[in-house]
């Protein structure tokens, strides 16, 4: 049986007095995107650190890609690669020269060197702009240099912590389209992000951090099923029935019914979507008729909020202590 990518038991990391991480049982299937969701000082970066062997645990154990992040660690870093928050490229360089000098120090040689730093150019759009140097590359431009310096050895597993932080909209959906693509072609991608349409966008499975331990974990249906049913919302052809439609979804439905502005739209929470969908026939059922209506899922937002009792914030002040 193929071993997990990443399997942590007791996984814990103290700061003096302070347990940034607290107890983490982890197990992330290969080839997978896993994210990992928390508030500011949660410890998605402290879990991320000693994952990828920059930082001891205190306590616990975990093995990446079979092997044990400790006594092993050479060879984690071998099949492993890291992106962080912050572009790690050499602004001087061109993109070409950037990618061909990791490629040397990576243990390259020559041609196969060259190779490797123009064909990465190229996966990621970067051809054109090979020749310009870093530093007059665009954001969206420079966060997708600095993923493919990531994987000039292609790595078994990779690591983005915060990949699409500061992007405009266009820059985030051509880096998530790269990370679908790393993951179709076998890499198993952990991503710590502060953008929870990221995680539902990209994630197969999402963990919630919480004081240093994992307070939820599932697919983003799974989550969002935790928090109930979502919003019911309707438009009525005539204002004039809007007492009676009010009234029948009052009847049927336990949460509070919520007129709009407008005199013809009506709003109500259900925790139960067939209970919902049910509503909706009974007012069809009344002659009520309606020119509009949806029955939407709660957002990540509301599932995060629901289980942490704060809204996500970005992780700016990760810990810096070196490797003892």
């Known amino acids: ?10 996984l814990s990391r103290r700061f003096g007095d302070k347990r940034a991480v607290d107890g983490i049982d982890l197990d992330v299937r290969r080839g997978e995107i896993f994210a990992v969701l928390g508030p500011n000082g949660a410890g998605k970066t402290t879990l991320v650190r000693m994952l990828a062997t920059l ?3 205190s306590g616990g154990s975990a093995r990446v890609l079979g092997h044990d992040i400790e006594r092993e660690a050479r060879e984690v870093r071998r099949k492993i690669s890291l992106t962080g928050q912050f572009a790690s490229v050499d602004e001087d360089l061109t993109g070409y020269e950037n990618l061909l000098l990791l490629s040397r120090l990576s243990g390259l040689k020559g041609a196969e060197a060259k190779d490797r730093a123009a064909s990465l150019l190229t996966a990621f759009d970067l051809a054109e702009a090979a020749g310009k140097q870093a530093k007059d590359y665009s954001g969206g431009m420079r966060r997708k240099l600095d993923i493919s310096a990531s994987l000039i050895r292609r790595p078994e597993l990779l690591f ?19 990370v679908r693509g790393l993951a179709a072609s076998g890499t198993t991608i952990l ?12 994630a197969g499975e999402i963990a919630v951090v919480d004081h240093g331990r994992i307070i939820a974990r599932g697919t983003s249906a799974e989550l969002k099923a935790k928090v109930g049913g979502g919003v019911l919302q309707i438009s009525l052809a005539s204002a004039q029935r809007r007492e009676e439609a009010a009234s ?8 509070e019914v919520r007129a709009d502005g407008h005199g013809t739209g009506l709003s109500v929470d259900v925790s139960d979507p067939d209970a919902g969908l049910a509503a909706l026939g009974a007012l069809s059922a009344a002659g009520i008729t309606l020119t509009g209506y949806s029955l939407s899922q709660p957002s990540l937002d509301e599932v995060f909020f629901a289980l942490t009792g704060r809204p996500p914030e970005p992780e700016d002040t990760p810990e810096t202590e070196a490797v003892q």
């Open 160 to 178: 983005l912590d915060e990949p699409t932080t500061g992007l405009d909209p266009r820059s985030r959906n051509q880096v998530w389209d790269m």
């Open 191 to 202: 991503l710590t992000t502060q953008y929870l349409e990221e995680a539902d966008q990209l």
């Open 248 to 255: 029948l979804l009052s009847d049927m439905l336990v949460g």
């Open 1 to 10: 049986m193929t071993t997990p990518a990443i399997e942590t038991s007791g």
């Open 55 to 57: 930082l001891r645990p």
